[in-house]
Each structure stands twice: as C-alpha cells, then as structure tokens.
C-alpha cells in the first residue's frame, strides 16, 4: 500500500540504537500533527519505535514491511489535540455509530486524519479528507445524509464539523471520542 | 512529558562490549528525551581516554598503570574471548559488517546527545589518570554527583 508522508527517515542498514536516534533528531523538523516514514532494517525497530512513540507522546500509526524493509508511520504530537473542549454541539458516540454501521444503515461517514493513519484502519465505507484538505475538498460529501465525522480523539473533527455547518450542511455529528477508542470492524488500505 | 525523565549508569567495566552496551542504553534513553548521565569509575576511566599520549607528570605507579591500561575506547578489550585483543579485532570485523556503531562513534554521539559524562576523581588518582588525558568537555565528580543524578532517576544501572 502506498502512504503518503510528509517526511521520509532513511535509516536503512543502521543497527540498534540508531534508528531511534534518528528518528528522534528528524522528528523535531515536523510540524505537529505531520507523518513521518522511517525507512528501517533493523528486525527490532518495530518495537524500538512503537515504544519510543508511546512514551514521548507521538503517535505511531502502523509498519509496512517492503522487501526487507520495514517502513514506520509516526505522527507528531499535537498539544492543541490533547485539549477536551469541543464546541460542535451534534455529538454521537461510538457505540451509536457502531450499531448504525453494523445495521446498514443509509449513513455517511468523513474521517479527517491524515491518510497515513486512514490506511492502517477506518471504518468501512469511510470516506478519508484530512482536515487540512477539507476547504478544497468538501463538495465531495452529499448534503442529504446524516454526517458523522470522525478523527483519532475528537478534535479534529470537532473544527471539521463546525467548517461543514458554515458550509451549510445540515445534519453533521461529531464522533467522540474517535478511532482511538473505536472496537467495531476496520479497514485497511491494500 | 513536562517531568523530564532521567537515566544514570555506572560504567565500571573498562571492556569493550560492557562499555558498548552502556553507551547503547545512554544513547537509546537520550533519544527517549531522558537526561542521561553516565559516571565512570576504575576501568570505565579508560573509555574516556585520549587515544595519543599526554605529556604530564606522574610518578612510576602512576606511569606503569598509564601504559598498561587500554588508552582509549577503541583500545578496550572483550571481557570474554577477547586472546590477546585477537578476539577484539574480530568483533570489530563483525560489527562492521552488521553496521553496529563502533565504541568511539558511540562515545561521540552520546556527547552530541548532551549525555553527561562524568569522570570520579578519586578513581583518577588511584589509577594515576589525570583530567589532560581524559576527552574534554566531560565533567568530574565524586559519589555525590552520582548520587545527586540518581536519586531522582527512573532507569539506574551498574555495568
């Protein structure tokens, strides 16, 4: 699967602890809120990094493994993401939504994280805007259904549901809290 | 992430693969934004040495210990299968091969890291090392350093 980065690491045949290194050095250059590919072949850089990100606070999205290459999707820590206040006030929760997708219902789901953390799960039939492409992009949503958006923990969609009811769309609800708590079927990207 | 965590290790061991895993785990915890700190004693003096001879006074002891001891981290022996520094060669040839950062790049990198590298006094004087022959821009300190960085540390290791 292709995923698109905003950054590329190389750290190709570096061996323990210089990936993390690395990464550590490369990742101060992202904005918040940015993804990162580390290209690593160290066996152990899967774990190395999936711990590191837990505990610095950045989020580790997901490894591809490519011909002997083990590609690391990390997304920097956004502070303004950690605050609770939302101001859309339509809000549904997960298991509301969860018992609409499991029934078929006739529902529209926009799911504004970047595409990097869309590839490795989404809910089915999701459709992926980030929230930074959502002023271009909006028109690809149909007015008439029932909106629900989604992020990683709410605050994203938050501002992308108050951005869709300037824009006139009627029944928009933000999902909270979001994907990080989500325990019904994903989808990836293949 | 406001309380900045803290790793401290004593470096004890003056072998090569025993000071290559300390500095490995210093560099892993920098990256990991600790503070890390590593205060070398008795053998683990000998990774901080200048690789070329510093002229400077000593009396006999003092210039017997200088000669028989490794001077610098490149110079360190294996604590096992080391043969005469054949097996120390041999590794080497190893981590080459598997890309493994060799003991005095890791040294470096540590430094870049702003690891804080800590020399024990009165382990210098015992040894007959003194501060012109040890790497510049590291700090000295007695036990009470160590202690001082420890006693709030979340990962303490003696190697």
């Known amino acids: ?190 | 992430m406001s309380d900045q965590k803290k790793t401290t290790i004593v470096l004890f061991s003056g072998d090569y693969d025993k000071a290559m895993a300390a500095y490995i785990i210093a560099n892993g915890a920098a990256a990991y934004d600790h503070e890390v700190t590593i205060f070398h004693t008795f053998w683990g003096l000998n990774a901080l040495r200048k690789e070329n001879q510093v002229p400077v006074k000593k009396g006999l002891m003092e210039k017997m210990f200088g000669k028989m001891m490794p001077r610098g981290a490149d110079k360190m022996g294996l604590s096992k299968m080391n043969y005469l520094g054949m097996g120390q060669k041999m590794i080497k040839n190893v981590m080459k091969k598997h890309n493994a950062m060799p003991l005095p790049q890791l040294v470096e990198m540590a430094q870049e890291q702003d690891v804080k590298l800590i020399a024990c006094t009165m382990t210098m004087d015992l040894l007959g090392l003194q501060k012109d022959e040890l790497l510049d821009e590291i700090e000295y300190g007695g036990v009470a350093a160590y202690i001082g960085e420890a006693e709030d540390g979340n990962v303490s290791l003696f190697i």
Request: hydrophobic share 35%.
């Open chain 1, 1 to 190: 699967m292709t995923i698109t980065a905003n950054e590329t690491l190389d750290a190709k045949g570096l061996a323990c602890p210089m990936p993390i290194v690395k990464t550590k050095k490369a990742i101060t250059n992202l904005e918040p809120g940015q993804v990162m590919e580390v290209q690593a072949t160290d066996k152990g850089s899967t774990a190395d990094i999936k711990a590191w990100a837990e505990s610095t606070g950045h989020h580790y999205l997901g490894t591809v493994e490519e011909e002997e290459v083990l590609k690391h999707y990390l997304r920097k820590a956004d502070e303004a993401e950690a605050k609770e206040e939302t101001k859309h006030e339509e809000i549904t929760d997960l298991e509301e939504l969860r018992s609409k997708v499991d029934g078929n219902e006739d529902i529209a789901i926009l799911d504004v994280r970047e595409p990097a953390e869309f590839a490795f799960g989404h809910i089915p039939g999701a459709l992926n805007i980030p929230l930074g492409e959502l002023e271009e992009r909006f028109e690809e949503l149909a007015k008439d259904k029932e909106l629900h958006v989604v992020c990683r923990t709410g605050n994203r969609s938050d501002l992308a549901a108050q951005k869709l009811t300037e824009k006139g769309y009627k029944n928009v609800k933000n999902v909270v809290p979001g994907m990080s708590k989500w325990e019904g079927s994903t989808e990836k990207n293949n």
